[in-house]
């Protein structure tokens, strides 16, 4: 099955089982990609690994996203799962305002995302409720800020000790 025919078959089968909880999708970099409502995330991906006709059973990655310009929907969740039999990937999003990052935890359905959900939080400062442990996993427990949101400059622009023609600059 190619990609569009592999898209065809996901959105229909979400749209039957989930209606207006799903609501876009489209085909980027050769993966069906969609984005779904944050309160039936759980439901969406149980249902995406126990089908038995599409089989997504291996969590291949969980991140975090800020789009800061994206007003409304400025962070986001995506996950991407692999259907390792008929070696199918898709990636399902969920979006959400920087006001509200609570977001359900998988680790339910996939223990592995224990590790990823804390590195989402420690990093973007999700907050999956839920989750066994959540609490920081690479950075100190003293870090009141989440390093990953696009909030800050990338470079400091009070230092003085740079030469930017070293840099082509």
Known sequence: MNTTELFN?????????????L?????????????VDKKIIVEVLQYLKTNPELKFNFLTTLCGIHMPDNKGAELGVMYQLHNMEDNWRIRIKILMP???????????????????????????????TGHPDLRRIL???????????????????????????????
């Open 98 to 128: 920087e006001g509200d990052v609570k977001v359900p935890s998988i680790t339910s359905i996939w223990p592995a995302a224990n590790w990823m959900e804390r590195q989402e939080y420690d990093f973007f400062g999700f907050k999956f």
């Open 9 to 21: 078959q996901l959105s229909d089968n979400l749209k039957a089982q989930f209606g207006d909880g």
């Open 139 to 169: 950075n100190m427990d003293e870090m009141n800020y989440f390093p990953l949101r696009k909030e800050y400059p990338l470079e400091d622009g009070s230092r003085d000790d740079k030469n930017d023609k070293m840099f082509g600059r």
């Open 23 to 35: 609501i876009s999708g489209e085909i980027q970099y050769d993966f069906p990609v969609f984005i």
